[in-house]
């Protein structure tokens, strides 16, 4: 009796192992992660200035709106700010960005902050220091540091949380000359850009950070600034272009800019996006086909590498400050070129 209930056992035991033994189905792949959504977007830094001069804004139908509503309908989720250090009117510095900030963020759009690193303006012809960063590189990357986690600090106490951050502005040449002149001193223009870099992640560890030339069709620029960069310790999360072509030559201006963009890609391995568009306000035909081409051109880099695409002032109107490349007529209403938005 009591060797057949052993082996009773025994035929019990085998049983459940090869139960236990059974293939199981082969586990679901993960589904590839959805690319982020599309940035559709402007950089409005001017809008207080406007709005303190008696500028008002309207929809298309004629309607005065706050100028964050007016681009959300028109299909833009992100906004683009740019910093100052010590301007001399106020404008854009910092208490100017936290309270344009957080109107966008009131509407629910996404943040871009833009360090010019300067007391005005920054760009590929002048990268002047501000005023009350002196000494070597050394002091500089130290005001560097301390300019950019108090402004963002600032921002995070404020409620906002910026997507992403610019350091440096149309950097072709480097910034902060003459220190930081990357045709004279490309490893110091790198350590200033690693310095922002870190300081960004500092207070913001998931924002991208970008750096920004202009002139998205010139690839050997971009092969130069960025191959310099990587070769001296220089880190960035995304590549950042500006394009203006004219009304007769944006077909082309696009076909190049692509190229650029995927060769950025591929060489580097990082995101790109086009943060600054422009063409003349009463070109609007122009101007809409030529940014409808650009979005999707920029939604086909890729890998899903191309984030984005902002218009650059598109609220200036009526010969403001002498820009012309707005995208509001006269009247102080939104033009045919922003429908590419929608």
């Not at 902060?176 to 001193?185: F, M, V, Y």
């Not at 924002?207 to 960025?226: C, P």
Request: hydrophobic fraction near 40%.
């Amino acid at each position: 009796m009591r060797k057949i209930l052993i082996v009773t056992i025994l035929a019990c035991c085998m049983v459940a192992c090869k139960k236990s033994a059974a293939p199981r189905p082969d586990p679901q792949p993960t589904p590839p992660s959805a690319p982020a959504v599309f940035a559709k977007g402007a950089d409005i830094s001017w809008i207080t200035e406007m709005e303190a001069a008696g500028r008002k804004f309207y929809n298309s139908t004629g309607t005065e709106q706050d100028i964050f509503l007016i681009l959300k309908n028109l299909g833009m989720n992100a906004i683009r700010l740019r910093v100052w250090v010590n301007p001399s009117n106020g404008w854009n510095n910092k208490a100017d960005v936290i309270a344009k900030a957080s109107r966008a963020k009131a509407q629910g759009m996404r943040i871009m902050i833009d360090f010019h690193y300067s007391d005005s303006w920054a760009d590929p012809g002048k990268q002047t220091k501000p005023a009350a960063w002196t000494g070597d590189v050394v002091a500089i990357k130290t005001a560097l540091a301390t300019h950019t986690t108090d402004v963002l600090n600032r921002l995070k106490t404020a409620g906002v949380t910026p997507e992403w951050v610019q350091v440096g502005n149309e950097t072709n040449d480097g910034m902060l000359w003459p220190e930081g002149k990357a045709s004279t001193n490309m490893a110091a223009y790198a350590q200033l850009i690693a310095t922002g870099y870190d300081a960004v992640k500092t207070v913001f560890p998931n924002a991208k950070v970008i750096v920004h030339l202009s002139n998205g069709w010139d690839n050997a620029l971009f092969r130069w600034s960025f191959d310099g960069l990587k070769s001296n310790g220089g880190k960035w999360d995304v590549i950042g272009m500006s394009l203006y072509p004219s009304p007769t030559d944006w077909a082309a201006k696009n076909n190049q800019c692509l190229a650029n963009m995927n060769d950025m890609v591929s060489r580097y391995g990082k995101e790109v996006m086009i943060v600054e568009v422009g063409m003349s306000w009463d070109q609007a035909s122009a101007a809409n086909a030529f940014i409808s081409d650009l979005i999707a051109k920029t939604k086909s880099v890729a890998g899903n590498k191309g984030l984005g695409v902002l218009y650059w002032e598109p609220q200036a109107y009526n010969n403001w400050q002498g820009y012309t490349l707005g995208a509001f007529d006269n009247s102080g209403r939104p033009t045919s070129a922003l429908n590419a938005f929608q």
